[in-house]
């Protein structure tokens, strides 16, 4: 069984949405009100450009994203060869959690 790691409270937030040929990207920063988005294709050039443009940003990172086959193998081997941190988020723990932060959404609109 896996050991749930937390999430360190400050740093940039990295979702990965990993796909075969490329992956989609959505990119928090703390104290930033908007969420930066962006396509990463699959190939070592399109890596470095993430990885250039999360390093410039001068604080930690925590990446994660859902294991997809083997689709996300390579990205993965690169953000940790860079230094930053990598999460693999189970499917099926978000698929449990999804109903209760449903519905706690819905409970602060009423």
Not at 34 to 41: C, D, M, N, T
Not at 70 to 93: C, D, E, K, M, T
Request: hydrophobic share 45%.
């Amino acid at each position: 069984m896996t050991r749930p790691q937390l999430t360190p409270p400050a740093g940039v937030l990295v979702a990965i949405d990993v796909a075969k040929a490329r992956n989609e990207v959505l990119i928090a920063v703390p104290g930033s009100g908007r969420r930066r988005r962006l396509s990463v294709l699959n190939t070592r050039a399109e890596q470095d450009r993430l990885i250039a443009l999360l390093a410039d940003l001068g604080q930690p990172v925590t990446c994660g994203f859902e294991a997809t086959g083997n689709y996300h193998r390579p990205i993965a081997w690169r953000l940790l060869q860079a230094g930053f941190a990598v999460r693999l988020i189970s499917s099926v723990g978000l698929a449990r959690s999804r109903p209760s932060s449903l519905r706690r959404t819905l409970s602060e609109r009423i």
